[in-house]
């Protein structure tokens, strides 16, 4: 397979990992945004699933540990912020210390993870 297909390739597995991530923050926003706990959790269903499906399309592109890792903190953050700006949190010290160091590590494993070209592809 010649560069320009891989980096096609490539760039298609990010876009299904953005959109992966997308829907999962908006899939477990909708448990709280929903006044209804059984609709929110049916849409929640709903989302999750198809972000995994999108996951799944990422994961033919996108090594395993990267993506997993991304839409972990991206996730992460993507959650934050909508809760933030929508449903202002509650949060203890400690909560914010966790998150922090959680997002440290991922982004540790971000990091440490070895980025080889697949020839598979």
């Known amino acids: 397979m010649n560069d320009k297909n891989i980096l096609q390739k490539k760039i298609v597995s990010w876009i299904f ?10 899939g477990v926003s909708m448990l709280k945004a929903i006044a209804n706990p059984i609709v929110g959790n049916i849409v929640m269903i709903v989302f999750v699933n198809l972000s995994y ?16 890792s991304v839409w972990e903190i991206l996730g992460l953050v993507g959650i934050i912020v909508v809760s933030f700006v929508f449903f202002e949190p509650e949060l203890t010290t400690y909560q914010y210390v966790g998150i922090v160091l959680g997002s440290l590590g991922i982004v540790c494993v971000i990091m440490g993870e070895k980025h080889e070209d697949c020839e598979s592809m």
């Open 53 to 68: 499906v999108l996951m799944a399309f990422a994961l033919l592109g996108i090594a395993l540990g990267v993506a997993y």
């Open 17 to 26: 990992l953005i959109g992966a991530i997308m829907l999962e923050v908006m």
